[in-house]
Nanobody, 116 residues
């Protein structure tokens, strides 16, 4: 599955951003059966799983984003979303979407910078 994340940019502390991830090379039925995740990598740090959503829409979140971020999916559009609210400077990172566990090939991420 090829994945392309987009929607990042500059956000203000306390503000919101919404990321999207479009999947290609996968039928709608195969995408819907895949556990998907949002990951992020801050400068000088390891990539981490931020949120995950299963084929039955069960969601899990990392402790650092719980209560602030919401992951969702639209299987008909083969698209994954990440609604990020109450942004903090420590959310600054490159965000990627991938399967969970991640496939070896990572698509292009999208930069999120939180700063006033």
């Amino acid at each position: 599955v090829q994945l392309q994340a987009y929607g990042g940019g500059l956000g203000q502390p306390g503000g919101s951003l919404r990321l999207s991830c479009a999947a290609s090379d996968a039928s709608g039925s195969s995408f819907s059966s895949i556990i998907m995740g949002w990951y992020r990598q801050a400068a000088g740090k390891q990539r981490e799983l931020v949120a995950s959503i299963s084929s039955v829409f069960r969601t899990t979140y990392g402790d650092s984003v719980k209560g602030r971020f919401t992951i969702s999916r639209d299987n008909g559009k083969k698209t994954l979303y990440l609604q990020m609210n109450s942004l903090k400077p420590e959310d600054t990172a490159v965000y990627y979407c991938n399967t969970n566990p991640p496939q070896a090939r990572w698509g292009q991420g999208t930069q999120v910078t939180v700063s006033s």
